[in-house]
């Protein structure tokens, strides 16, 4: 299956997509120093890891994914598949400009998620103030009655 293999395409099949595998795909091919790319294609519904190494390199880095990933199917393809329609890779500092992009938007939905649990608490709080400030009249009231009755 892999005989002397300097480009292949890993295809990675199964529940791939929107589980953020893509990213840590990237991730993986960066920590072993792999040139490539990895992408979505939506044509399948397959990950795809298109990538550069020996032999041995190629099996190690299958075997890293199956141990980390065992619930995904894989196989190898040795010819480079390219993306349809074409796309961009993003490489270097774009890249790290759309994940901080993506760490940004993920911070936000969680500041906005803040701020709706913290609304619905002010919103008691004020509904506990109007309630206290009917309870002042209330004893307003009382300490009246109190006067009256005295006289």
């Given at each position: ?71 995904v199917s894989i196989s190898l393809e040795e010819r480079v598949i390219l ?69």
């Amino acid at each position: 299956m892999l005989s002397d293999v300097k480009q292949a395409t890993i295809v990675l099949s199964g529940e791939v997509q929107y589980v953020g595998l893509r990213a840590e795909m990237e991730e993986l091919l960066a920590k072993h120093g792999f040139p490539g790319f990895v992408y979505n294609d939506a044509r399948d519904g397959t990950l795809k890891l298109v990538c550069e190494g020996d032999d041995a390199e190629i099996k190690r880095l299958i075997d890293e994914i199956t141990a980390v990933h065992p619930e995904v199917s894989i196989s190898l393809e040795e010819r480079v598949i390219l993306p349809k329609p074409a796309g961009r890779v993003v490489i270097g500092v774009e890249r790290g400009i759309f994940e901080r992009l993506d760490l940004g938007v993920n911070r936000l939905g969680s500041i906005d998620d803040t701020l709706k649990f913290m609304n619905k608490k002010l919103d008691k709080l004020d509904t506990l103030d109007k309630k206290l400030d009917k309870l002042d009249t209330l004893e307003d009231i009382k300490k009246l009655l109190e006067k009256i009755a005295e006289k």
